[in-house]
């Protein structure tokens, strides 16, 4: 008969049980609540206490094989183990890791965005037919083509080279416009070669952000898009148009799309036989077939604008702040269009290929 227990404490308590033959290699461990010998004890005093099932618990055990018994784990296999999770841990943050695609001045890189091009999308296909395929050839180094996209901003071409001239000559040539050269440049002497305040506080801001650390020619080279979206536009007098300018007819990237660029928006229009010039918020998704070659797009809605005979002064104005309006681009346009003059947004401006219109 079994004898009754009786405990104020429901702590769980442990029984040893001593190996039933010396060949069992280790102790068994079983758990037994006092609820439950509690339990058992009143069911029935005329009931045998029956044990509860013995589990083994061991240290190191792998998953039941198809026997059902547990087998050892080596140190080897717990090593391998660990590597292979190492491994897999590894794979996954280089993948969310942030990718650097081949420039378009890569050999075989343009061609084989002209063949997705065609492929992806059919009306595109009949431009890429018709028109030379673009170049991406320049080799200035980024701050040099920063500080000039900043010196042509609102001037026509022609007095935007001459002012740029004048100031290379000041830094000793282009190999010598570097952060220190441009900030020993005091905004007098920038503005005894036409370079007015405004612009001269932009070109020291550019190149105290060079000075500090914050930019540099290299780090500008390995960011990704995004990130040099971001950086660059922290910079006085450099917008979004400048900075999308920049990356496709300097750093050569693939993928840039100026959503804010009246030339392309309208080369979209003339392109897809819209009714109304599509407005920046829609130009990602009217040109997601042409990713991850959207620059190349780009390029040929200049063209296509070029040769619609709308003046692809709309297309690109480079402003002090990086973008203006529509309205305020056709005002300045009707003011004074005398003056206005195209620059080839491949040809007129070598290191950044950008259309700049003067007032």
């Given at each position: 008969?079994g004898?009754?227990?009786h405990s104020?404490?429901?702590?769980?308590?442990?029984t040893?049980?001593?190996p039933?033959s010396?060949t069992?290699a280790e102790s068994?461990?079983?758990?037994?609540?006092a609820?439950?010998i509690?339990l058992?004890a009143?069911?029935?005093s005329?009931l045998?206490?029956?044990s509860r099932k013995i589990?083994k618990?061991?240290?190191a055990?792998?998953?039941?094989?198809?026997?059902?018994?547990?087998?050892?784990v080596?140190e080897?296999?717990?090593l391998?183990?660990g590597?292979?999770?190492?491994?897999?841990n590894?794979?996954?943050?280089?993948?969310?890791l942030?990718?650097?695609v081949?420039?378009l001045?890569?050999?075989?890189?343009?061609?084989?965005a002209?063949?997705?091009l065609?492929?992806s999308?059919?009306?595109?296909?009949a431009?890429i037919?018709t028109h030379q395929?673009p170049?991406?050839?320049?080799?200035?180094?980024?701050f040099?083509?920063?500080?000039k996209?900043i010196?042509?901003?609102?001037?026509a071409y022609k007095?935007?080279t001459?002012?740029y001239?004048?100031?290379?000559?000041?830094c000793?040539?282009e190999?010598?416009?570097?952060?220190?050269a441009?900030?020993?440049?005091?905004?007098?002497?920038?503005?005894?070669?036409?370079?007015s305040?405004r612009?001269?506080?932009?070109l020291h801001d550019?190149?105290?952000?060079y000075?500090t650390g914050?930019?540099?020619?290299?780090?500008?080279?390995g960011?990704?898009?995004?990130s040099?979206?971001?950086?660059?536009?922290m910079?006085?007098?450099i917008?979004?148009w400048?900075v999308?300018?920049?990356m496709?007819?300097s750093?050569?990237?693939p993928?840039?799309l100026?959503?804010?660029?009246?030339?392309v928006?309208?080369?979209?229009?003339?392109?897809?036989?819209?009714?109304?010039l599509?407005?920046?918020?829609?130009?990602?998704?009217?040109?997601e077939?042409?990713?991850?070659?959207r620059s190349?797009?780009s390029w040929?809605?200049?063209?296509?604008v070029?040769?619609?005979g709308?003046?692809?002064?709309?297309?690109?104005v480079a402003?002090?702040?990086?973008?203006?309006?529509?309205?305020?681009?056709?005002q300045e346009?009707q003011?004074?269009?005398q003056?206005?003059q195209?620059v080839d947004?491949?040809n007129?401006i070598?290191?950044?290929?950008?259309?700049?219109w003067?007032?």
């Amino acid at each position: 008969m079994g004898e009754q227990f009786h405990s104020e404490s429901h702590e769980p308590f442990t029984t040893l049980l001593q190996p039933t033959s010396t060949t069992e290699a280790e102790s068994t461990i079983t758990t037994v609540t006092a609820d439950d010998i509690s339990l058992q004890a009143s069911s029935s005093s005329k009931l045998p206490f029956r044990s509860r099932k013995i589990r083994k618990i061991s240290s190191a055990a792998t998953p039941s094989g198809s026997d059902g018994k547990s087998e050892p784990v080596s140190e080897d296999d717990l090593l391998k183990g660990g590597n292979r999770a190492w491994k897999r841990n590894a794979a996954q943050s280089t993948a969310a890791l942030p990718t650097i695609v081949k420039p378009l001045s890569c050999e075989g890189e343009l061609d084989v965005a002209l063949r997705h091009l065609t492929k992806s999308d059919p009306l595109l296909a009949a431009l890429i037919n018709t028109h030379q395929p673009p170049t991406f050839d320049s080799c200035h180094p980024p701050f040099l083509a920063l500080a000039k996209s900043i010196l042509y901003q609102q001037l026509a071409y022609k007095a935007a080279t001459s002012i740029y001239t004048r100031f290379v000559a000041l830094c000793g040539g282009e190999a010598g416009v570097v952060p220190d050269a441009v900030l020993a440049l005091s905004p007098s002497q920038l503005r005894q070669i036409g370079v007015s305040g405004r612009k001269a506080g932009y070109l020291h801001d550019l190149a105290s952000k060079y000075k500090t650390g914050i930019l540099s020619d290299s780090s500008i080279m390995g960011m990704d898009d995004k990130s040099l979206f971001t950086m660059l536009t922290m910079v006085k007098g450099i917008g979004s148009w400048s900075v999308h300018m920049f990356m496709i007819f300097s750093l050569h990237r693939p993928d840039v799309l100026p959503v804010g660029d009246v030339g392309v928006r309208k080369g979209v229009q003339f392109l897809y036989g819209l009714e109304e010039l599509p407005r920046p918020s829609q130009m990602e998704q009217l040109c997601e077939k042409w990713k991850p070659y959207r620059s190349v797009g780009s390029w040929y809605m200049w063209r296509f604008v070029e040769a619609k005979g709308a003046p692809p002064a709309r297309a690109a104005v480079a402003l002090v702040d990086g973008a203006t309006s529509e309205q305020q681009q056709q005002q300045e346009q009707q003011q004074q269009p005398q003056q206005l003059q195209l620059v080839d947004p491949i040809n007129g401006i070598v290191n950044l290929g950008a259309c700049i219109w003067g007032q």
